[in-house]
């Protein structure tokens, strides 16, 4: 039985050490490889850093991997999700990560498939491989998450980034909490603090910029107050702690979430987080062939 990965909340503390553990060997070996699988992307919403580096994690691990164009599948002449799943399944294929703009598809739940599934960002719910490699960088940045005041800061309500963050931070010991304006401030998650930007800058181990996810609501957002209200503007980024770090999932919209200063100062971790991306899809990847509950141990 392959292992799947839907929900962040799939993964205990165990299993997420476990995880990170194998990403930071993956990371560091020259040579990968040996792997035996066969994989799909399936991507029905625009990416650059997942798709891509699921792509090279695959590639790393030796896996074999087939093009899935969904523009010219025939996802396009109305066959189901679960129908293309069942015929990924007939053709072989072990794996497979989903893209998609909707919340976690409702007909996959209690599906008989056997296959692995990967959820590689859906609608507003989840993507836990980001929350993952997010966690990762700030095990590089700081050795242990134990107490880490983490701020994650804008649109909030529409994001699968901060819902998959909250539980993998949390389980590693991480306080989170959220910061934005009200119209981004979710209904759920009503136990995280919300707390004033301003006063959070100063104070944080962790700034998490989020981008104003437009394509998900009709708010009709003024972008230069929105910068000047919630970005990470230069005056911010002065009073920000010098041993802080400042993070961002990408894409980024400069000037509006984030200014170009900061993008570029010696505490952005954006690109490694970036370069972790590989690391942790190459273990998520491994796992999900290996099935069983808890895994093996990648050797550096
Ligand atoms: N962080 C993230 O999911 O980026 P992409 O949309 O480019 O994959």
Redesign the pocket.
Known sequence: MLNSLVSSRDLGRHTIELLLRNAEAYGNQEQTGGSDGTVVHLFFE??????LSFQVAAQRLGLRTLNFDVAHSSASKGESLLDTLETLEALGVDVVVI?HQRDWPKELAGAKLNLGLVNA?SGTFE?PT?ALLDALTMRQSFGNLKGLKITIVGDIRHSR?ARSNLHILTELGANVQFAGPDIFRPNDLVEVPWVDLDAAVEETDVLMMLRVQHERHAERIDMRSYHESYGLTEERLARLRKDAIIMH???VNRGVEICTAAMEDPRSQILRQVSNGVGVRMAVLDWCLQGGKHGKLVSA
């Open positions: 625009n990416s650059t850093r997942t798709d893209r960002g993507h980001q980034v999932p990408g894409p």
